[in-house]
């Protein structure tokens, strides 16, 4: 399998693997979920260059973040630096910058910033692209399964509810989703 993060995020061609809307989405969801540990109200910024496949991609990334209980704020178009800086500045929990840099106008990209304002380390890179990978984070469901997964083995400092969605209850996290119609503590 091709692995996602190159040197500076993901890039290539856009509307063509991996630069797809629906990989845009998994990103948001795994890059929430990962950057969100121990935040009670988890906030990213995103920011974008001129390219016609910037919007696209903006509006997924931003329905996976919000779609996993964090808050996303569109930036509009500013250079790389000033998402990085924005990040930093707003005390966001990371920053995206959707651009190809110099590369042909049919390519985009994703960039990632930690809350520093600076380039997403490798490790996190590489935990967001195994929960892409793996699908863990593809429905709901396995979602929440996974999470709690992950609380049982002491991976994610997050506090634990019962989540009782439209349809079912299921075993998550305390961040808000529209789909929550009541949240109950666990003892």
């Known amino acids: 399998m091709t692995k996602l993060f190159g040197t500076d995020g993901i890039r290539g061609v856009a509307n063509t693997h991996p630069m797809t809307p629906e990989l845009a989405l998994s990103v948001g969801r795994a890059l929430a979920r990962v950057l969100s540990v121990g935040s009670d109200r ?91 990978t793996s699908g863990r984070i593809r429905d709901r469901a396995k979602f929440f399964s996974a999470l709690m997964a992950d609380k049982k083995a002491g991976t994610t400092g997050t506090k634990f509810v019962l989540l009782k969605a439209i349809g079912h209850s299921v075993v998550g996290v305390d961040v808000p989703t529209p789909f929550i119609e009541e949240v109950v503590p666990l003892a």
């Open 42 to 132: 988890p906030r990213f910024v995103i920011g974008q260059d001129t390219r016609i496949s910037g919007d696209m991609l903006a509006h997924a990334l931003v329905s996976g973040i919000s779609s996993s209980g964090a808050q996303a704020e569109l930036l509009g178009v500013l250079p790389t630096p000033g998402i990085a800086f924005m990040t930093r500045a707003t005390g966001a929990n990371g920053g995206i910058v959707i651009s190809a840099s110099h590369n042909p106008y049919q390519d985009n990209g994703i960039k990632i910033f930690s809350r520093d304002g600076y380039k997403l380390p490798d490790a996190e890179e590489d935990e967001i692209e195994a929960l892409i």
